[in-house]
């Protein structure tokens, strides 16, 4: 059963996300960037250095937490806020160099709703774990 949920509401997000970067395609006109789907997609060497650092840290502090978390379970919460902050940093980066280093910086705005839909998924989701 906890499989349909997540697939249900993976597939709602996905569709909310589609939704929202389409509207927010038309009404900024915004064109679409052909991307490889399931690759990073570095704006530049910079990026590419910056987002490799990104995900190292993300990997250390979630080990970290997680084994926090394994020996005090009253400590879960902290995995989220770990787990939160990471993917919003993993975004705000991307953000930052859509916005100064992209062929096109309105892609930028595309990110930051994918990122609050994405980080709203992921609030809504451990709320519902926990509970």
Do not use: C
């Not at 006109?29 to 991307?35: F, G, H, L």
């Amino acid at each position: 059963m906890l499989w349909v949920k997540f697939s249900l509401m993976a597939i709602i997000v996905f569709g909310l996300i589609s939704i929202v970067k389409f509207l927010l395609r038309k009404i900024f006109r915004i064109e679409k960037v052909k991307r490889k789907f399931f690759s990073n997609n570095h704006i530049n060497e910079s990026h590419r250095n910056v987002d490799k650092w990104v995900r190292i840290l993300t990997a250390t502090t979630l080990m970290v937490l997680a084994i926090l978390m394994l020996n005090y379970e009253d400590l879960t919460y902290l995995y989220i806020i770990g787990f939160i902050i990471s993917l919003a940093l993993d975004y705000a980066v991307r953000v930052f160099f859509e916005w100064k280093s992209s062929e096109y910086p309105k892609q930028a705005i595309l990110t930051i709703a994918e990122m609050f839909l994405v980080l709203s998924a992921v609030l809504i989701a451990f709320q519902f774990w926990i509970a």
